[in-house]
């Protein structure tokens, strides 16, 4: 991609003046970031990978428990393994910092490693990627084609470097870095002595030099904070700056980030003074995390409770206007005593002790149905449904949705009792609708 403004265009003509590899670095990076294998067979006979010597080990207990060894012809330390592979491939990324003009600049170079028993090793060097890193923060990228894959190493080697929109496949994790350093002196004031603390150097260096909080952190060996928030989600700071900027004037080093940022959260959720120490520096986080928790499970509680009683006053509501008509209204055959259920309260209650769904699911509310229980005394035997348009039983259920052995006799009686329910309705449209059906 050509550079698409002055910006770019200064980074891409800086990018040309930078040098190869330099041999010293090859070097290092041959040594630093290659596993360094020696493969040793079932019979004992080990084999340098790096040049392909291959010797018998002297037996004995302590050399066949060794994982390290120091090839003879070579010197090459190695690390041993014990397989029967003779092929070997390892990629690896090896960065070196250094500084152009007034420009921070990363570059990675994509390491191939190729080692067969018996031949001397080959390794492939390529610079694949530059990240040039403004003293603002303002950053570019400069890198090889890459193939659109989740796999990490499919980098087209046949392109050319050249200005790419940044991507976050371009943030490259677990990179070997160079130890000789060339910075610019906004990252030496900064306080970075060469230590990543886990973060990558892009989001470490564009973090430090676009935001004066991260140097804040950095400088108070809040790192831990700095590396949660590091990259382009450092905006997010904004919410607990106040209460770092207490953990920092009262010493107090935040450990587990995540759960303090939540333990935060809960305090201002009730209120609490972000700004004293009391609160946002915690002697025990867990227990302080854990109780400000509970609080506010057992407010959510509370409010699920007053939702559910103004649904309750509201439905009853509702309820009373469409089945006001039939509220008092029973009937017996000498065992059984069916009646209607005449609150909400009522029906749920019903609901809850045969475990169905008849409140939850409203029925109460439906015109149509009419929520009758089936009773011997006190024993609730089944919760009958029916429908004033049909004047017929829709269902009748016991406990768990089951029928219990007075089902039949149930249905027959709230059948047997028509004529009761029709007698609570008035209105012509229902007669008519009644006797159509009854025809």
């Not at 002595?193 to 804040?216: I, K, P, W």
């Not at 946002?280 to 499970?297: F, I, Q, T």
């Amino acid at each position: 991609m050509k550079p698409k403004n002055k910006f770019q265009r200064q980074v891409f003509e800086l990018s040309k003046s930078l040098p190869p590899m330099s041999g010293a670095q090859k070097r290092w990076a041959f040594l630093h970031c290659i596993e360094h294998i020696g493969k040793r067979s079932a019979k004992g006979v080990i084999t340098c990978l790096e040049c392909g010597h291959a010797w018998h080990g002297k037996g004995g207990e302590r050399e066949e428990a060794a994982t390290e060894t120091q090839c003879p012809e070579c010197s090459a330390r190695l690390k041993i393994r014990d397989t029967r592979k003779k092929v070997f491939r390892q990629p690896a990324y090896f960065c070196t910092v250094t500084a152009r003009e007034h420009f921070q600049v990363l570059r990675f170079f994509f390491i191939e490693y190729y080692a067969k028993a018996g031949e001397k090793a080959d390794c492939f060097i390529s610079e694949v990627m530059q990240q040039w890193i403004a003293p603002g923060g303002k950053t570019a990228i400069i890198a090889r084609m890459r193939s659109q894959s989740y796999l990490d190493l499919l980098w087209r080697f046949d392109t050319p470097l050249e200005i790419r929109p940044e991507r976050r496949n371009h943030n490259i994790m677990g990179a070997c870095v160079y130890p000789r350093q060339k910075l610019i002196p906004e990252l030496k004031r900064s306080g970075y002595r060469g230590e990543s603390y886990g973060m990558t150097h892009y989001d470490l260096f564009g973090t430090l030099l676009s935001d004066s909080r991260a140097e804040t952190l950095l400088k108070t060996g809040q790192t831990k904070v700095l590396k949660f928030f590091a990259g382009k989600s450092f905006h997010f700071i904004n919410d607990y700056w106040a209460s770092i900027k207490i953990c920092i004037r009262n010493g107090y080093q935040i450990e587990d980030v995540n759960n303090w940022k939540d333990y935060v959260k809960l305090l201002r959720f009730f209120g609490k003074d972000l700004h004293n120490a009391k609160y946002v520096c915690p002697g025990d986080l867990n227990a302080e995390h854990d109780r400000y928790y509970g609080k506010m499970l057992n407010y959510r509680e509370r409010e699920r409770l007053e939702e559910k009683r103004r649904k309750a006053q509201e439905d009853e509501a509702v309820f009373r206007k469409m089945k006001s008509k039939f509220f008092g209204m029973e009937f017996t055959d000498g065992l059984i005593e069916v009646r209607m259920l005449d609150s909400v309260d009522e029906i749920r209650q019903e609901g809850n002790m045969l475990h169905h769904c008849v409140y939850a699911n409203d029925y109460h509310l439906r015109p149509d149905s009419l929520i009758l229980s089936a009773c011997i005394g006190d024993r609730r035997l089944e919760t009958v449904e029916f429908s004033l348009s049909r004047m017929a039983v829709v269902q009748s259920r016991g406990l768990r949705n089951t029928t219990t052995e007075y089902h039949d006799r149930i249905i027959g009686l709230v059948q047997k009792n028509r004529r009761l329910i029709r007698k609570r309705l008035t209105g012509k449209k229902y007669y008519a609708t009644t006797k159509q059906l009854n025809n």
